[in-house]
């Protein structure tokens, strides 16, 4: 790297320039087979023993379409409100690399799968729509292991498990105008996909990796800047240091009167810098040609329907219905339905207790997303439901709640059976109340003597005698009638 790319531009320089920056996300569907293939996508077998003559590319070897591969493509396709092809067909994309061992990788080219969807995403209160161009499906190629070795400072080793896992490949518009903006957008792909389990999108297993297209150009402009692709972005934070690096980056190249070149870069996450790979490739070097061993693959409306209707209800749908029919906050319905899982755990919390919001207010407070098998739904569902009815205040349900979870014994079963329920009786109240007012004789002249807020002092005396067990609005009640 040359010393001028190492400068980089200082932010009164970048403020100057809008970063334009489109993002290529690749995704591995969550089959348990391959994309052409019977060799399990299961992560973390023996290099090399996941593989066939199929996936190895031996001569003879002909790819069979996975259809359930098929069946998440359209569902995540649907999912970020893309348009569904009748007829796509794939191609052979022909490079060689040491993990490629076809010497092609079968994906789609000018006849994808899904195409003109969007993402919807937030940055500091603004709200932007995110243009999806086309989602594509394809097979992985294999894994270069460039460290771990003894002799990793002269070899580098090929793990093949990885070739033709199914993936699809999610290209958006160059709609992003900051590293926020790709956070977000990538976040909201990743909740989408998770929610219709068309992928775990475990990054940490590979099953979302990211390729940033950036450029920068000054304010004001039209043309869009040269781009430079940043390969393999395997997390959040990594897309967003090194689209920041990079930014900084061409903004001091042509600040100092550099050029910018088309070419990919890597990111170094121990230095947070990217670095020159290659020159990069437009479609033609590929030799994109049909694939000659698939058919067209045909999508009929019947069998879209069948995919569209076993689809569940979007994030964006339920948020928006747990604000209009639950009355929550957008906050609250944001956090409820950052997974599938917590967003129907709360459901069920709120279905019980027939309270919404105090269910909301118990789900988040766990922390967020609650297992099933440490604290069932239906159990914090029957706890809400009992604080909304008078019959346990919050103090006493914050001590009954680990032991629900210790016992795993619903909380009627342990109120019954320690005497915790809540006193409203006023009979069984009228003493513990006659008790206290004749034990504080001073706060009972300060009240009637005009500072009623001594009131407050005088319920916490009930509560603590009643040992949290009397119900506070029939306390306030009795004690106003005793020192009228």
């Not at 790297?1 to 970048?14: D, G, Q, R, V, Y």
């Not at 959040?236 to 100092?256: D, M, N």
């Not at 004749?438 to 005698?465: C, D, H, S």
């Amino acid at each position: 790297m040359s010393t001028l790319e190492m400068e980089l531009a200082p932010p009164e320089l970048i403020a100057k320039y809008e970063p334009v920056i489109g993002l290529e996300v690749h995704v591995q569907l969550g089959t348990r087979t391959k994309i052409f293939c019977g060799c399990p996508t299961s992560f973390g077998a023996p290099p090399n023993t996941n593989v066939c003559p199929v996936c190895l590319g031996l001569p003879g070897a002909l790819p069979v379409l996975n259809r359930e591969a098929v069946e998440l493509a359209i569902k995540a396709g649907i999912a970020l409100n893309c348009a569904i092809r009748p007829l796509s067909r794939f191609a052979r994309k022909n490079y060689f690399y040491p993990d490629l061992p076809k010497g092609y990788q079968i994906s789609m080219y000018d006849e994808p799968l899904a195409e003109h969807g969007y993402v919807d995403i937030s940055v500091d209160g603004a709200r932007k729509r995110i243009g999806i161009t086309r989602i594509h499906m394809e097979d992985d190629a294999g894994k270069s292991q460039h460290e771990g070795f003894r002799d990793s400072d002269r070899f580098t080793y090929v793990d093949l498990n990885r070739c033709g896992a199914p993936l699809i490949e999610i290209v958006s518009e160059p709609d992003m105008r900051s590293a926020d903006e790709a956070f977000e957008y990538v976040t909201g792909i990743k909740q989408t996909l998770q929610f219709v389990e068309a992928s775990t999108c475990d990054m940490e297993k590979g099953h979302l990796r990211c390729d940033a297209n950036v450029s920068v150009r000054l304010k004001g402009a039209e043309k869009f800047g040269t781009r430079a692709e940043v390969k393999n972005l395997n997390s959040f934070r990594f897309l967003k240091q090194a689209i920041e690096y990079e930014v900084a980056r061409q903004v001091a190249v042509i600040e100092s009167g550099g050029t910018i070149h088309q070419e990919t870069r890597l990111f170094d996450s121990n230095t947070g810098e990217t670095h020159g790979m290659r020159s990069k490739e437009d479609a033609h070097d590929y030799r994109y040609f049909p694939e000659p061993d698939l058919v067209p693959l045909h999508i009929s409306e019947k069998w879209l329907n069948e995919v569209r209707s076993a689809m569940p209800e979007l994030p964006a749908a339920k948020r928006f219905r747990f604000v209009e029919v639950y009355g929550l906050r957008e906050y609250d319905a944001e956090v409820l339905t950052s997974t599938r899982a917590l967003a129907e755990y709360y459901e069920i919390v709120a279905e019980v207790s027939q309270d919404p919001k105090t269910a909301a207010n118990w789900v988040i407070g766990q922390g967020g997303e609650v297992a099933e098998s440490a604290l069932p739904a239906r159990h914090l569902g029957e706890l809400v439901g009992m604080i909304a009815k008078g019959e346990l205040t919050g103090k006493l349900a914050k001590e009954v709640l680990p032991k629900m979870i210790e016992t795993g014994e619903p909380p009627s079963v342990i109120v019954e059976r320690e005497g915790l329920k809540q006193i409203s009786d006023t009979g069984a109240l009228a003493k513990i109340v006659d008790d206290v007012l004749a034990a504080n004789p001073k706060q009972v002249e300060q009240y009637r003597g005009g500072k009623t807020t001594v009131i407050g002092f005088l319920v916490g005396q009930v509560m603590k005698a009643s040992r949290g067990q009397a119900n506070p609005a029939a306390v306030n009640e009795l004690l106003k009638s005793r020192l009228a």
